[in-house]
């Protein structure tokens, strides 16, 4: 059979009815720019995620950027980050006008180091951002500490973390700031690219607001100079939707990933399974990533692709490694954690559709192939 590393399309068909009612409102109230379905969407998310705000923004890359502007990071500013993370968090700082600072990954977690993060702390550091990986919080309890002491902002990357829970609250609601986004093939995906910041700072939200919509909140009334940045209505009322099903969704993620557990623990000599931190009380498993004790992985990879298995790899490419930030000067060994699970790790189709005869499926062409 084929399995898809992510099947929206099966999604979609057990919601369609509300999906279609909802962008069909959206056309004929016309609204398509910070409409309706916008601020409702705002409210619910951020009622969800446990903060008095969340500001729509049009990408998770957006997010990240936006609240970094609002809060006055900038030239001359250095920021905190995982070389184990999607570009994005590096182009969020960098965009911002500040320089990225990496910092070597937990083996065990792949989520950023808080002791590397501590031996990283250059002058001029003015935030973190911890980097919620693959689904599972960050050590925050470790990072919030770090961060008081040293008077940093953290802004959490959250964009794979909808819904994740740590002991200490929900992931995006324990920094200053967080960034999520709605990229289709998040948790929480829109139809299109979106993003939000969540934060309990009322004037920061103000300034987001304000920055988003070119300057103003009052139509050709710009105080300030700002963006377009902006959700649009019929992302926000596809939002609204999923929103609803989120926790249903998140669940099943969890119970995929146990399916997962079981199928693959016959197979422990050659692979390394996700770990949960001790900090850990809801991991929503965006992807499932396993680590291979063997050299061969992109030989693996491309068998799965040849048994109709969807596998994929996050991410082949270290930051450091990246021709965008050569500039940094780092090269090979710099991240040694980074680099050695760069060429190991194997992502296997999860969402809350995949059925247990899938799962074992999947497992069943990966002990095949491993075998050989």
Not at 12 to 19: G, W
């Amino acid at each position: 059979m084929k399995i898809p590393l992510v099947d929206l399309q099966a999604q979609y068909r057990t919601i369609q009815p509300e999906v279609d009612s909802a962008v069909r409102g959206v056309l004929e109230r016309a609204d398509f720019i910070l409409g309706g379905a916008v601020s409702e969407f705002e409210a619910a998310f951020a009622q969800f995620i446990g903060t008095k705000h969340c500001v729509g923004v049009a990408s998770g890359t957006d997010a990240l950027w936006m609240a970094m502007q609002a809060l006055g990071i900038g030239e001359g500013d250095k920021v905190l980050l995982p070389a184990n993370t999607f570009i994005a968090t590096a182009l969020a700082v960098s965009d911002a006008g500040a320089t990225p600072v990496l910092v070597d990954m937990d083996p065990n977690t792949y989520n950023i180091d808080v002791e590397a993060a501590k031996k990283a702390l250059v002058p001029g550091t003015k935030a973190i951002v911890p980097v919620h990986l693959y689904g599972q919080p960050a050590d925050m309890t470790g990072i919030l500490d770090f961060a008081r002491e040293k008077g940093l902002f953290v802004i959490e990357d959250a964009a794979q973390a909808h819904g994740a829970v740590h002991v200490d609250g929900r992931c995006g609601a324990l920094g200053v700031a967080s960034g999520f986004s709605f990229y289709p093939g998040k948790n929480l995906g829109a139809y299109g690219d979106g993003g939000a910041v969540c934060t309990n700072d009322d004037n920061l939200a103000e300034r987001m607001r304000r920055l988003r919509n070119w300057g103003g909140t009052v139509k050709y009334h710009h105080p300030e100079r700002g963006f377009n940045s902006r959700l649009d209505t019929i992302q926000a009322a596809v939002l609204g939707i999923k929103l609803r099903h989120l926790a249903d969704w998140n669940s099943r993620r969890r119970q995929v990933a146990a399916w997962y557990r079981e199928e693959l623990e016959p197979l422990r000599s050659e692979i390394e399974l996700p770990a949960e931190a001790p900090w850990t009380v809801e991991h929503v498993y965006h992807l499932f990533v396993i680590r291979l004790r063997r050299a061969d992985r992109d030989q693996v990879l491309k068998a799965l692709h040849e048994g109709g298995v969807g596998a994929g790899i996050h991410y082949p490419v270290p930051i450091h490694l990246q021709g965008a930030y050569s500039d940094l000067g780092l090269g090979p060994g710099s991240f040694p954690a980074t680099e050695s699970a760069a060429g190991q790790i194997l992502s296997l189709p999860i969402y809350p559709e995949l059925t247990r005869e899938q799962v074992a499926a999947v497992a069943e062409c990966l002990r095949q192939i491993l075998s050989r």
